[in-house]
């Protein structure tokens, strides 16, 4: 082993103090110990409390003994803040450590692998890696070994054959647990993956939704403990159309709802098909030989929707973002800022907002999408089809084996860096304001479901879907067959195309 992990053994104690007891705590003081026990006594109980994660780590690191890359330069293209600060890529590369959980994790991650695999990691962020690697790509170019993107930028790229299937690289195990086995469930075509997160990443944590609600408001209006319903099951779609009706106020009294009340849902269409989804619903699933079959219409999924855009277009419960295109702020940045303002109950949206809100004053509390009904066995949390990122391979990529090996190192090192300073600290820690607010992104993340007709958008169903809560004439079942072949057409054609797909 080219370096002993034990060197990070303080750094990982201290961040990982909330979610555990780690072994580098004052054993004595913990167990109520005699100050003046034997010296040998006391080191004998340190030696004896073992500490998983560093332990996890150790055996990540000695995977990589006998590997030499020979100081080949590792290239991640990743975003920007050019194209929207919100979504920068925070977790690929880190100058040096700077007291930040994230960035040191980073950095302490990038420091194991290029010591003990002889590379350099390097980064470069652009404003668009969707265009940016499709033009390197279709010329040749090796600018990159591997890039990411939001799932539908990648979706694009797997259709017109640019990215490995990462099911061919026999050094990326994607079998192991600091993989989504759920994305590699779902997201696969014929067996064949194009897209993988997991532990490598923590932006597919910020692209995923959940709701955050205000507690104060909750408590004002002498509202059941919306955590209590969660771990009971009957935190519905039903329950939270009734408590948003239920605080929704004409706060200047001009007899009009706008921009200046109070609220109790905020969305955006998007989340017409979230909420959706929420009710266990996708747009299409797969068949037995793991091929894309549409199961967007049935009576069950027709109910859902209709009780969804029945909420979604309430305006004695709902403000669209979409509908607010006036003001110094328009649209989203709008319904953040009025929830950030405690002028709404609930909003729905991407995790990243919980990092947002610890700026605010606002009381707030994060639960799942609420389940269709109480017989729904399980919550069902989705993700932004455009800013839950994943990584994928170029076809230009010079060296399959060795990237494989790389990103398989990079992704089991990160399962015991940058996963605990991101899921135990930045939000359990830092940004969540109580304990059980932390307890419901376990629920959350754990229960994500991923589905290909939403992020390939086959025949415009998902842009049909999401279209339904601004529309007045909204019918689902109307507007799902004026699609429904070209759709059909659509999952064909890439199904067919899949072998010529490297």
Not at 30 to 58: H, N
Request: hydrophobic share 40%.
């Amino acid at each position: 082993m080219k370096k002993n992990t034990r060197a990070l053994a303080a750094w990982l104690c201290t961040l990982l103090v909330i979610p555990t007891v780690m072994s580098c705590a004052d054993t004595s003081a913990q167990q109520g110990g005699d100050e003046t026990a034997d010296a040998g006594t006391q080191t004998q109980k340190v030696e004896e409390t073992v500490d998983p994660t560093q332990a996890a780590l150790d055996a990540a690191v000695a995977k990589m003994e006998g590997k030499d890359f020979g100081g080949h330069e590792f290239r991640i293209m990743d975003r920007s803040e050019e194209q929207d600060p919100n979504w920068e890529t925070i977790d690929v590369w880190a100058e040096a450590e700077s007291g930040d959980t994230i960035n040191d994790a980073v950095y302490q991650r990038n420091r194991l692998l290029e010591e003990n695999l002889n590379i350099k990691i390097s980064e470069n962020k652009v404003k668009n890696p969707y265009t940016d690697a499709r033009t390197s790509i279709m010329a040749g170019g090796d600018d990159f070994d591997i890039f990411t993107d939001g799932l539908s930028y990648l979706a694009t790229m797997a259709v017109e054959g640019y990215l490995v299937d990462l099911n061919t690289m026999d050094t990326l195990k994607l079998t192991e647990n600091w993989w989504d086995q759920d994305l590699n469930r779902d997201l696969s075509i014929a067996n064949k993956l194009f897209f993988c997160t997991g532990d490598i990443s923590i932006m597919d944590n910020y692209g995923t939704w959940c709701v955050m609600f205000n507690k104060d408001m909750a408590e004002e209006y002498d509202m059941d403990n919306l955590y209590d319903h969660v771990k009971a099951g009957t935190w519905t779609l039903g329950l939270m159309h009734e408590m948003a009706k239920d605080v929704t106020r004409d706060v200047d009294g001009n007899g009009t709802m706008d921009y200046t009340d109070q609220w109790g849902f905020l969305t955006e269409s998007y989340n017409e098909y979230g909420l959706w989804a929420a009710g266990g619903q996708a747009i299409t699933g797969k068949d037995a030989n793991d091929i894309p079959i549409l199961t967007a219409f049935s009576d069950k999924s027709v109910e859902i929707i209709d009780k969804v855009t029945e909420f979604t277009q309430d305006n004695a419960a709902t403000l669209i973002a979409d509908k607010v295109t006036s003001g110094t702020l328009t649209g989203c940045a709008f319904t953040n800022e009025h929830f950030g303002g405690s002028n709404a109950l609930f909003i729905y949206g991407g995790m990243w907002l919980i990092t947002k809100f610890r700026a605010y004053d606002v009381n707030f509390g994060v639960v799942p999408a609420p389940k269709f009904d109480e017989a729904q066995e399980r919550y069902y949390n989705t993700y932004s089809y455009a800013n839950c990122t994943a990584y994928s391979v170029p076809t230009t990529a010079p060296d399959i084996a060795r990237t494989g090996t790389i990103m398989e190192a990079m992704a089991e090192v990160s399962k015991y860096t940058l996963t605990p300073a991101y899921y135990d600290v930045a939000l359990k820690g830092k940004y969540i304001r109580d304990e059980e607010s932390a307890e419901m992104l376990d629920i959350i993340l754990a229960q994500r479901s991923y589905d290909l007709g939403m992020i390939f958008n086959w025949g415009n169903m998902f842009s049909t879907i999401t279209g339904l809560s601004t529309n007045s004439n909204a019918d689902f079942a109307s507007a799902y067959a004026k699609v429904e072949k070209a759709t059909l057409k659509a999952i064909e054609k890439f199904v067919d195309a899949l072998d010529t797909l490297e």
